[in-house]
């Protein structure tokens, strides 16, 4: 399924946040967002998954305008991982990974064993199995971040929206899950912060700076030094590998 | 491996299952004994015999001849005290499924049924009802006219504050207009009595306030019967909103939940269960509070089990308070407002003492 953003504009007050932005993400590419803090990349991709409602712009799913969708077949197509939420009442990491099969549960409707296979396949997917009766809240950071993603796995949407998803992670599971994101098959669209795991993982790289697109291309073309400089204010030095491979050493900041 | 999780699934829903048997068995033998308590003590074994006699004549099968019993017991036992047993049934299970729609609403463990205002806007009506004879028009009916009324006003003051302007429907704006709007309430309720030359008025009103079954009779049911039946059934059949709702409104709305609308729809409902309930037995607090805290250190927050849980917790816990009303003090009835508190409390915190249970915290 393709995803495509054309002239996304968000703001809240007064304070334009976004300001004109349009990408696409192809069908199954995983795509990344890339910029410093609020250079607008949780905004934008909350436009994009209804949960802030863009001034100006449309997203598309295929040729279907999503605002035409409801919310509910909107939860059938696209999937949301976004920041850890915290909240009052407590479930099970079981419980809380089930709830990914809403969007396709009519009242009353019991959960089916086909159900219960996605929520294991999920939970065994992001190694969260062993954790399975133990309290949401009583997660470490990193655990519950893997949990929000086992749900958003088992709501099994062609289309996945990823907000700074290896932020909590240890290394470890940075890397273990972007190779779920990437082994899925499916098209990604990820806020990410980490320039190097944005490198290794991502097809296609946008780069946003206060609300306006400020470069796009494939990692190795996008991410010089020159662009590093100009988009973080950072100076770096950006090596590749026997392999092709990217690497991005940090060496100081200009300010 | 492969099968560990689906024997796991049946060991819960199992405790699940006896659970609600044990809660539902339970709920059968407290309303018996409780007809069977009062002035009058009629041991269990007479009372499920006179009533299955009933039945039988009832459905045309058998007709006993009423001479087995005395004509006394046989009136209290078939109506003046099954009504109070059923208003007890019927508003302990309302209040106690309010609270636990409420909670999930604003997602606050501090929510109850009266978290839009209704016990002081209905403590407004029912005192003006009682000291000014405002709806009077309505005869014996004014003073639940007048708490509906003020139960209906406040909440839509409310909520027609909390849904406005910035922060739309946000829970905290919610929570903070019906403190407002209680505080409010009560300084009127207060104003009027303070004024009042009317003593006997101004016990009414106190008793009114701290709730009573007293006045139930067959003719008051079937209004608040129906309301909570079919208010009370909806909520059942909404387990995943409200479990979703818990998440949050960002979670809820990607999870394809349409949090804003079903948040209003939700709140409306309860408010007009929560109103007629309190138009006819006064404002009985804590039930609303406690019971879905307890029942959930049983079953979690799934909804799906928590709310029948709660349900039929509310309303053993009400049936037993009204028992304890009825017969702790001869010849004087208390205000069961009161006793729900006196017996309530103390339960809460021992369990609050004992039970793993963060109550929402941390």
Redesign the interface.
């Known amino acids: 399924m393709e995803l495509s953003v054309q002239n996304i504009e968000v703001s809240i007050g007064a304070k334009h946040i976004v300001r004109g932005v349009s990408l696409r993400a192809s069908e199954k590419q995983l795509v990344g967002i890339i910029g410093p803090n609020g250079s607008g990349k949780s905004s934008l991709l909350?436009a994009v998954?209804?949960?802030l409602k863009p001034q100006a712009g449309m997203v598309h799913l295929n040729e279907t305008d999503i605002s035409t969708l409801?919310?509910?077949?909107?939860?059938?197509k696209?999937?949301?991982m976004?920041q850890i939420?915290e909240?009052?009442?407590?479930?099970?990491v079981e419980?809380m990974v089930r709830?990914?099969r809403?969007?396709y549960?009519h009242?009353?409707e019991a959960d089916s064993t086909e159900d219960?296979k996605l929520v294991?396949d999920a939970m065994e997917q992001t190694g969260i199995d062993a954790l399975?009766?133990r309290n949401y809240?009583t997660l470490s950071g990193g655990e519950k971040q893997r949990v929000l993603i086992a749900r958003t796995l088992t709501?099994q949407t062609p289309c996945i929206i990823l907000d700074e998803p290896t932020n909590h992670l240890d290394i470890k599971y940075q890397l273990q899950l972007m190779n779920i994101v990437r082994s899925l098959k499916r098209t990604v669209l990820a806020a990410i912060h980490d320039l190097n795991i944005a490198a290794m993982y991502c097809d296609y790289l946008y780069a946003l700076k206060d609300g306006l697109i400020a470069g796009e291309g494939k990692p190795g073309d996008l991410l010089t030094e020159a662009f590093i400089r100009d988009i973080y204010e950072v100076e770096a030095k950006v090596v590749f590998d026997n392999c092709g491979r990217q690497y991005i050493h940090y060496v100081s900041c200009l300010s | 491996m492969l099968m560990k999780p689906f024997i796991k699934e049946q060991k819960k829903r199992f405790s699940i299952a006896s659970l609600t048997i044990f809660l539902s068995v339970g709920l059968l033998v407290s309303a018996i004994l409780s007809i069977g308590f009062g002035a009058v003590s009629i041991p269990p074994g007479e009372v499920v015999s006179i009533i299955w006699a009933r039945i039988l004549d009832l459905l045309h099968i058998r007709n006993i001849p009423d001479e087995t019993w005395k004509e006394s017991t046989a009136i209290i036992i078939l109506n003046i005290r099954p009504p109070r047993v059923i208003m007890a049934t019927v508003v302990g299970a309302g209040l106690a499924v309010s609270g636990t729609v409420m909670q999930a609403i604003v997602r606050n463990p501090l929510a109850d049924p009266y978290i839009l205002g209704i016990s002081s806007g209905s403590s407004v009506g029912a005192t003006a009802a009682i000291l000014l004879g405002t709806f009077s028009a309505f005869g014996n009916y004014g003073i639940s006219v007048g708490a509906f009324l003020g139960a209906l006003a406040a909440s839509v003051f409310v909520f027609v504050v909390a849904f406005s302007g910035k922060g739309n429907g946000s829970t905290v704006k919610l929570l903070l207009a019906g403190m407002a709007v209680s505080a409010i309430g009560s300084s009127f309720t207060s104003f009027m009595v303070y004024t009042a030359n009317d003593a006997e008025g101004i016990r009414d009103v106190s008793f009114w306030t701290m709730g009573s079954l007293t006045s139930a009779t067959w003719d008051m049911l079937p209004i608040p019967l129906c309301v909570v039946v079919l208010t009370g059934g909806f909520f059942l059949t909404q387990f995943r909103v409200l479990d979703v709702m818990l998440l949050g409104a960002e979670a809820a709305t990607t999870l394809g939940i349409n949090i804003l609308r079903l948040r209003k729809i939700y709140m409306v409902l309860t408010a007009c269960m929560t109103g007629i309930m309190v138009a006819k037995v006064g404002t009985i607090g804590f039930v609303g509070l406690i019971i879905p805290h307890v029942m959930r250190m049983f079953t979690g927050s799934d909804h799906q089990y928590l709310t029948p849980a709660a349900a039929l917790g509310g309303s053993i816990f009400l049936i037993w308070c009204d028992i304890f009303a009825r017969t702790f003090l001869t010849n004087v009835e208390l205000p069961i407002g009161v006793v729900t508190g006196i017996i309530g409390g103390p339960f809460f915190l021992y369990l609050m003492l004992t039970k793993r249970y963060g109550f929402g915290g941390e």
């Not at chain 1, 909240?87 to 099970?92: A, M």
């Open positions: 909350k998954y209804r949960v409801s919310l509910r077949e909107t939860a059938q696209l999937g949301v976004s939420n909240f009052s009442f407590d479930f099970t419980k709830m990914g809403t969007p549960k009242l009353m219960t294991e399975r009766d809240s709501q």
